[in-house]
């Protein structure tokens, strides 16, 4: 990455994390960009498939700023985390619950976790901060499997890991 871009993304990252801590959940990104020095088009610039231009630490600092309470008002977040539990059939592991726009998976020692993913053409994408913030994990995997046993242990894959790297930290 070039130096003026990596600049203009820890700019506007910074930016990202500021603004809607001070404006809440309707923060626009003009003010983002307008914060950051830079113009607003490459916040909405995004990959050929419409996916997030951004790497795993990017999503990683982004979530664990989210958990831990840096990015918006304490109301905002508390309903965000408000949930309520998945359908058996959904195909999340049995205890998950939904929120606004998250998921919170438990651990397989104490504790729990927000869980965020997506996938775009060739890759998925995992986030897991813990519920506090403290620790996190973004996991991103360079294949989308069209067979669903094949995907479906890569999803078991991709939770093994998660759990393994929050509960069992040094």
Do not use: W
Not at 70 to 95: F, H, I, N, W
Not at 115 to 137: E, H, K, L, N, Q
Request: hydrophobic share 35%; aromatic share 4%; with cysteine.
């Amino acid at each position: 990455m070039r130096a003026d871009a990596r600049r203009n993304r820890d700019k506007s990252l910074t930016a990202a994390v500021r603004v809607p801590a001070k404006e809440g959940v309707d923060a626009r990104l003009e003010p983002i960009a307008k914060e950051a020095g830079v113009g607003s088009t490459p916040l909405y610039r995004s990959g050929a498939d419409g996916s997030m231009t951004g790497t795993a630490h990017d999503v990683n600092r982004f979530f664990s700023a989210l958990a831990s309470g840096r990015l918006l008002k304490p109301a905002d977040l508390a309903a965000m985390q408000t949930t309520v539990p998945v359908p058996p059939d959904s195909g999340e592991p049995a205890g998950t619950r939904d929120g606004l726009g998250l998921f919170v998976n438990s651990l397989s020692r104490d504790g729990s976790y927000l869980g965020r993913g997506g996938s775009g053409f060739g890759y998925v994408i995992r986030t897991a901060p813990t519920t506090d913030g403290r620790r996190g994990i973004t996991v991103s995997a360079h294949t989308r499997p069209a067979d669903p046993q094949t995907a479906a242990r890569r999803e078991d894959t991709l939770r093994s890991l998660v759990d393994h790297a929050l509960c069992h930290t040094a």
